[in-house]
């Protein structure tokens, strides 16, 4: 019973382990997804930036006759 007893404490300390270990690479993940997200917002803006400049290029150029 006493050899029962000490298996089940040390699967409950390996499952605590384990639970502390996923919520901290949980955090580092949405901290690692907000940073992508942030960069895609802006190399959007960028793009959009570019293809305006474009677009304004264009219109300066001469139509062809």
Not at 19 to 29: D, S, T
């Amino acid at each position: 019973m006493e050899q029962e007893l000490a298996q089940l404490e040390e699967r409950i300390t390996q499952i605590t382990d384990l639970c502390q270990r996923l919520r901290a690479e949980n955090v580092r993940l949405r901290q690692q997804l907000a940073s992508s997200n942030d960069e895609n917002r802006h190399l959007q803006e960028k793009v959009a930036i570019a293809v305006e400049r474009l677009e304004n290029l264009l219109n300066t150029l001469p139509a062809d006759a």
